[in-house]
T-cell receptor
Framework: NAGVMQNPRHLVRRRGQEARLRCSPM?????VYWYRQLPEEGLKFMVY????????ESGMPKERFSAEFPKEGPSILRIQQVVRGDSAAYFC????????????FGPGTRLTVL | GQNIDQPTEMTATEGAIVQINCTYQ??????LFWYQQHAGEAPTFLSY????GLEEKGRFSSFLSRSKGYSYLLLKELQMKDSASYLC???????????FGTGTRLKVLA
C-alpha cells in the first residue's frame, strides 16, 4: 500500500509565477489536509478537503491560494503570483473515512521562490 | 490562542534514554500526537494519547497528563537513526486540524 505521494518534491519559481503542488492520498483515504512549514517553524494547517468539497480553508491566505480535490485525480494546491514569502515546505496528509483518524503525511514539496 | 511548547534542541548519547517534553494550552483538547520527522522527509506517526497515562510501543513511550496540559515522549536505547525532529500535535473536539509545536531537534551522538 503506497503512502501519500506528493509531486514535485522540489519546485523553483520566480516571483509572479504560479505554483501547482499535487497530492495523491493513500489508497482508501478520502480526507486530505494541507500544511505549510516555514523555516524554523512548526507545521501550520492550511486546508481540509474531501472529494469535491472544501471542508475548512480557515488556514489558507485569502488571496492567491486555492485548493481542490476532484472526483478523479490528485488534490492540487495552487499558488498564484508567488512571492518570496511563499518559500516553504508544503505537506499533504490523508486519513481514512473518519476525519478524526490519524493523519499520514507525504514527503512534502519544497517551494523556492527566487 | 493555541500554544504548544517544546524544547528546540536536545542532545543525547547512543544507548541512553531521552525524554522530550511538550506542554500545551488550547481551547479544548481531544488528543495528542507525536510524529518523527527526518530532515527532508515526511513526518511519520509515532503515538497517539487520548487518556492520561503511559502508552508503550517498543523503544518509544508517550505519556499524557490532561490536567497539567503536559506530555512527554520517552526514547530508550537511543540509536543514531533516532536523530530527527520530534513533533507534538494537539487536536480539539469537533475539529481535525492538528496544532503543531515547532518540534524538537534531537541529535544522538556516538
Amino acid at each position: 500500500n503506497a503512502g501519500v505521494m506528493q509531486n514535485p518534491r522540489h519546485l523553483v519559481r520566480r516571483r509572479g509565477q504560479e505554483a501547482r503542488l499535487r497530492c495523491s492520498p493513500m489508497k482508501g483515504h478520502s480526507h486530505v489536509y494541507w500544511y505549510r512549514q516555514l523555516p524554523e517553524e512548526g507545521l501550520k494547517f492550511m486546508v481540509y478537503l474531501q472529494k469535491e468539497n472544501i471542508i475548512d480553508e480557515s488556514g489558507m491566505p485569502k488571496e492567491r491560494f486555492s485548493a481542490e480535490f476532484p472526483k478523479e485525480g490528485p488534490s492540487i494546491l495552487r499558488i498564484q503570483q508567488v512571492v518570496r514569502g511563499d518559500s516553504a515546505a508544503y505537506f499533504c496528509a490523508s486519513s481514512p473515512e473518519r476525519s478524526t483518524d490519524t493523519q499520514y503525511f507525504g514527503p512534502g514539496t519544497r517551494l523556492t521562490v527566487l | 490562542g493555541q500554544n504548544i511548547d517544546q524544547p528546540t534542541e536536545m542532545t543525547a548519547t547512543e544507548g541512553a534514554i531521552v525524554q522530550i517534553n511538550c506542554t500545551y494550552q488550547t481551547s479544548g483538547f481531544n488528543g495528542l500526537f507525536w510524529y518523527q520527522q527526518h530532515a527532508g522527509e515526511a513526518p511519520t506517526f509515532l503515538s497517539y494519547n487520548v487518556l492520561d497515562g503511559l502508552e508503550e510501543k517498543g523503544r518509544f513511550s508517550s505519556f499524557l497528563s490532561r490536567s497539567k496540559g503536559y506530555s512527554y515522549l520517552l526514547l530508550k536505547e537511543l540509536q543514531m537513526k533516532d536523530s530527527a525532529s520530534y513533533l507534538c500535535a494537539v487536536t480539539r473536539p469537533g475539529t481535525y486540524k492538528y496544532i503543531f509545536g515547532t518540534g524538537t531537534r534531537l541529535k544522538v551522538l556516538a
